[in-house]
């Protein structure tokens, strides 16, 4: 199903996900809807509407210390919630065993929308499904809102409306007069609605969230090396239940990594910091102060894995490469070892089936 749509919510749900991932930004006109990236031509069909024409346009931020340029796009957060609803989601066609055929029949969801479909989920095939929003690139999205945190209180408002938060410290409810919240679809008394948790690549995000309510805060890295050290952790853990990295952090090591892709760093700063973290070590290290790890992401068999070991010599690690997964198998055994505590998959029956099959291997030592 085409991603972060309705029908492919209700996929995961039959195909027994554990938590279910919704990415948000923020339209024009404050709504919040689900969508992977910040713009909509890649996986949508909005080329082809002549009444958005005028929207494609350019843009350039910065990401967590990283330069995003995006040319000739339609971006989320230029565009109206009734611009966005005349839009409809596509299979990426990069992926060729990915069926085109439920291509440009559904729109594309709200927070509110994803918040109900859950809570139906839930009663309909009875487990308690976790939701996980992820705050796609808080600063940008606020910028030109009345003050800096609009959109995260915008997403705890809506969150707490739906019953998965509760809020723990002031937030600014005046400038959100504006927010109608639907009326609670109603559900049988007993149930027992699945955990919360927010993602954020932003830290002051995360810390944010971490602070405001009583849902704990998963935080994604892959550009800041500072992270990757003994006292990068110590911060981390002041605020994070759970830490989700690239997963070849694990593999090849942060060092490594970050040197493959370019991403420069303070080498004193790294030093004092206590240096970069094995990456033999890092589930230990994470584990130690109390924080629970996740990796991302783990693709389908039928698409590349990503690793840097499968594309350059073993002697380009300089002996910190710890393993080199040769297939879907191999690596999710590998994180399985690590002591990994969650995963974010594709493919979840392929997953499921590689987890049970390890888990069988464990009980016939």
Not at 311 to 326: G, N, T
Request: with cysteine; hydrophobic share 40%; glycine share 4%.
């Amino acid at each position: 199903m085409p991603e972060h749509s309705r029908a492919s919510y209700w996929q995961a749900g039959l195909e027994n996900a554990d938590w279910i991932e919704p990415d948000l930004g923020l339209t024009k006109d404050g709504h919040l809807v689900v969508n992977h990236n910040e713009w909509l031509g890649e996986n949508t069909n909005i080329a082809e509407i002549p009444e958005l024409a005028h929207l494609r346009t350019n843009r350039t931020w910065m990401d967590n210390g990283k330069l995003v340029n995006i040319t000739s796009e339609w971006f989320i957060f230029d565009m109206t919630l009734e611009q966005v609803k005349k839009v409809r989601i596509r299979q990426d066609a990069r992926y060729s065993w990915r069926p085109q055929h439920f291509n440009d029949i559904f729109e594309i969801l709200t927070f509110e929308e994803y918040l109900q479909l859950m809570r139906n989920l839930t009663v309909d095939l009875g487990k308690p499904f976790g939701v996980i929003p992820e705050l796609k690139s808080p600063k940008l999205y606020n910028q030109g809102r009345s003050y800096p945190r609009f959109f995260e209180d915008r997403a705890i408002l809506t969150l707490d409306h739906y019953g998965w938060t509760n809020i723990t410290a002031e937030i600014n409810r005046t400038a959100h007069g504006d927010l109608k919240l639907s009326p609670l679809i109603e559900i049988p008394k007993e149930t027992i609605l699945g955990p919360a948790a927010w993602q954020s690549f932003d830290l002051d995000t995360a810390e944010y969230l971490a602070t405001h309510t009583d849902v704990p805060v998963v935080v994604l890295c892959e550009n800041l090396p500072w992270v990757f050290t003994p006292h990068g952790l110590d911060h981390l853990a002041k605020f994070a239940r759970i830490v989700s990295f690239w997963k070849d952090v694990f593999v090849a090591g942060a060092e490594s990594f970050f040197l493959a892709t370019n991403v420069t760093w303070d080498a004193e700063e790294i030093q004092r910091m206590g240096g970069f973290i094995a990456p033999q070590n890092l589930s230990h290290e994470i584990h130690i102060r109390n924080m629970e790890f996740s990796a991302y992401t783990f693709y389908d068999s039928r698409q590349e894995m990503g690793y840097l070991c499968q594309k350059q010599q073993a002697s380009d690690f300089e002996d910190s490469l710890v393993a080199c997964p040769k297939n879907r198998t191999e690596e999710l055994s590998f994180f399985f070892t690590l002591g990994v505590d969650y995963l974010f998959v594709e493919n979840i029956v392929e997953a499921s089936n590689i987890r049970t099959q390890f888990d069988v291997s464990c009980h016939n030592l």
